[in-house]
């Protein structure tokens, strides 16, 4: 069959395409001339870590370019020329034989109209009608993308889904006028594993039962293995290697393309000696949170995130938490740091800390640290690098002189691999892999005794995924730290913990050694999540 | 690895860029903003240096120009004056031959039946206009007398107002006030609002609700009552003012601060400043504050025009500067008045006032696009 659409004319060819974007520091080229194919019922997938262009080219293509990008060269549509047609002409391939699903289901759909009208805005203003008439159309899609009861659905406004369900109705969107391309930017990066998972096997469905061509646009190479017929590399706007998928990844001919397929996370975490001490302990550990009781409502409601969860971290160990969104496993690493009100009682070495308020936790702050998930929320932009990991310093070592907190600043950054001349910068100046670094120098600075990592690799492309948590096991064995490594990500855990623990619901359904869980697991829940995570359950 | 080394830096120059330095390169290349910049600078000089410059102080009277109306001539006129010295010459009991002026200095040929005294200058000296008379000649043995002086000429480029008092320099008062007060009273509801709007907003919870009610509090009583209060307890005063004007706009900075606030609470560093053990108040100043200053710094830029404003219309109720000081509110209060008979003092402090306004909306435009650019 691939070798049949080979032959086949390609419905979409895009030639010497560039985009470039106006910046006070002069024209930025994002993607420098980059030629493609796309053939009737294929599935190219385009691979790039983030800044490759790859999410640009696309958009140049459909004409969706930020005011001060511009687009130049040629991608036409059966021959219809798309670069440079007015926004109307446009408007008659786009959304109707092209059509465009993006990485966030949170923020792609309106929140004011329930979802059902807008699926039947775009039928109705591509094919004429009205909204009324195109209902049992929208009925039909909605099943289609395998949403349960759409006669229910088809009223419901996007809060009143989930994730996933959000994607399934954009899908539904994007299928309402049966396009032949179907161009899917990142579309499960957002959605947990077990989701990631039926997204893709409802995307491979529809496009056997349409014979539509989906263009995919993605970092993990995971989904790409699993999916696509052919693959494009991308980076730094230019194409590194194209060609048939099992090609790519059995023989991969530039360095560039077999870096990204050996980025996934390798190696194991051997567990501490058997006598290490216990650093820090948690039990019975219980976090409500209190939904406003508002004006009519006579009580509080109370949404219990983490429920009778016990942890014990001894030294130069690795917890690996994991569990889908939801599952309370954030929420836990917050408590346990005493950041979130809680109850239980804790202990941190041989003293009680249960009964400190914030301002007898302060000392302590400086032997428990955090990481969080989102190395562009976590930095201030407002501050250099300098005054963003120095901070701590400033609280808890006061008598320092401002050289000497400067010298600190240069040790900890050359520790986590950064040029020490970064800290006059600021965070806007940084990739996402070099601003976790920060972040991590912000909280090595310190030198703890244990750290909370609440996600620190999933904002992060896979092979700069794989440079950080090298450098966490790094840091690791040089200061004997102890980790709660927080992750929905199996095969980072996998890598980076010698214990895990899965959540789900705000309980700890399993845990034990790492090797144990992966291999043997006991409960259905976490097979689940596991099967997901290697096999993305596409084989079926 | 693109990701170990800031390979991008050039060498020595290992400064950043700040958002803020960003913020003005973008500002800078917006030109309404810039010539908004320029006018306001333009207008500041004309009224802090202007008196300098001009003779007039904004006190002094001229009672022979009373409501003269704006010219770029000198006053009085030549015809003006040679009809003020013919009334000196027939007081002093002689004929006008001939009357000129150039510049600054005037000649007169005077002629009499009888021989004339020298000392009949001290008449053309007594008048207003003329000073410094000397006998150049005397000729017909003292019958025809060529006489110099000095003429006394004032410029009135924006005219005079009722009391005979230079527009110009009291524009430019005016101007110093209402920039003053602008300004001043600004600050005061920027130190009050952000860290008021910052603490509520932060602490949240109960706190916040105490402090937000009590803006709202302040905000159900009218102003002008707070201010005739004020005014009757206090008596009127220059720096009364801009306290009670600062006292009243605070209120709306504390709001979006605090909104700001808000939103800023749930960002994750944040969270990392909690989680290194800063304390609220370090919290709130070393990471709330700094993050709330591009809207309050735009919100300035609305303030101080709304400000100037407010001034106005106390002085135009009488409630604002007293004279002789003046502001552009009470020069337009005054203006207004006169409308029909002088609307010179209605059109140049409104001129300078409607300037100051637009100005300051475009580099308020200016900032807020500078600060919050949806195009990156």
Known sequence: MADMRKTMEPILTVRDLKVSFTTPDGDVDAVKGIDLDVRPGETLAVVGESGSGKSQTMMGIMGLLAANGTVSGSAKYRGREMIGLSTKALNEIRGARITMIFQEPMTSLDPLYPVGRQIAEVIAHHRGGTRKAARPRVLELLKLVGIPDPERRINSYP???????????????????????????????????????????????????????????????????????????????????????????????????????????????????????????????????????????????????????????????????????????????????????????????????????????????????????????????????????????YVHEPQLSRAARDKRAIEALKEVGLDPAARNRYPHEFSGGQRQRIAIARALILKPRAVVLDEPTSALDRSVQGQVIELLRDLQARHGLSYIFISHDLSVVRAMSDYVVVMKDGKIVEEGPADAIFSAPRQDYTRTLIGAAYNLALQG | MTDTTVSSAPEGEVKGRSLFQLAVLRFRRNRPAMAGSVMLVLIACFSFLGPFVISHSYDQVFSSYVTVPPSLEPRPGADALEAAMKGVATRARVELQSFSVEGETFTAVVTAEDPIDPRTTRYFDRANEFDRTEVVTSEDEGRKLTLTGIVDREYFLFGTDTNGRDLMARVMLGGQISIAVGLLASLVSLGIGVVYGAISGYMGGRVDNVM?????????????????????????????????????????????????????????????????????????????????????????????????????????????????????????????????????????????????????????????????????
Request: charged content about 20%; proline content about 5%; cysteine-free.
């Open chain 1, 159 to 393: 809060h009143e889904m989930s994730g996933g369900q959000r994607q399934r109705v954009m899908i539904a969107m994007a299928l309402a006028n049966e396009p032949d391309i179907l161009i899917a930017d990142e579309p499960t990066t957002a959605l947990d594993v077990t989701i990631q998972a039926q997204i893709l096997k409802l995307l491979r469905d529809l496009q056997k039962r349409f014979d539509m061509a989906i263009v995919l646009i993605t970092h993990d190479l995971g989904i790409v293995r699993h999916f696509a017929e052919r693959v494009m590399v991308m980076r730094r706007g230019e194409v590194v290697e194209q060609g048939a998928a099992a090609d790519i990844f059995d023989n991969p001919k530039a360095d560039y393309t077999r870096m990204l397929i050996e980025a996934e996370p390798s190696g194991r975490k051997q567990p501490p000696p058997d006598g290490a001490p216990i650093i820090f302990e948690g039990r019975n550990v219980t976090v409500d949170y209190k939904i406003d009781a508002g004006m009519f409502r006579k009580r509080a409601l109370l949404f219990r995130a983490v429920d009778d969860v016990s942890i014990s971290l001894r030294e130069g160990q690795t917890i690996g938490v994991v569990g889908e969104s939801g599952s309370g496993k954030s929420t836990l690493g917050r408590a346990l740091l005493r950041l979130v009100p809680s109850t239980g009682s804790y202990r941190f070495g041989k003293t009680d800390i249960s009964h400190l308020d914030r301002a007898g936790m302060r000392p302590l702050r400086r032997s428990m640290q955090l990481v969080f998930q989102d190395p562009y929320g976590s930095l201030s932009p407002r501050q250099t690098v300098g005054e963003i990991i120095t901070e701590g310093l």
């Open chain 2, 212 to 376: 937000m009610r009590f803006v709202e509090i302040l905000y159900s009583l009218p102003f002008v009552f707070l201010v005739v209060v004020l005014v009757v307890f206090f008596g009127r005063s220059f720096v009364l003012i801009f306290i009670v004007i600062g006292a009243v706009e605070w209120l709306d900075m504390a709001r979006i601060v605090r909104g700001q606030t808000l939103s800023l609470k749930r960002r994750e560093f944040i969270g990392a400043a909690e989680a290194l053990g800063l304390t609220d108040w370090q919290i709130i100043r070393r990471h709330v504050i700094p993050n709330t200053i591009g809207p309050v710094v735009i919100f300035v830029t609305v303030i101080v025009p709304k400000v100037i404003l407010l001034e106005s219309f106390l002085s135009f109720l009488g409630l604002g500067v007293q004279a002789p000081l003046t502001s552009w509110g009470s020069l337009i209060a005054e203006g207004a008045n006169n409308m029909q008979s002088a609307p010179w003092l209605l059109i140049f402090p409104a001129i300078f006032f409607v300037v100051t306004l637009f100005s300051l909306n475009f580099v308020g435009d200016g900032l807020r696009d500078a600060f919050d650019p949806k195009d990156r």
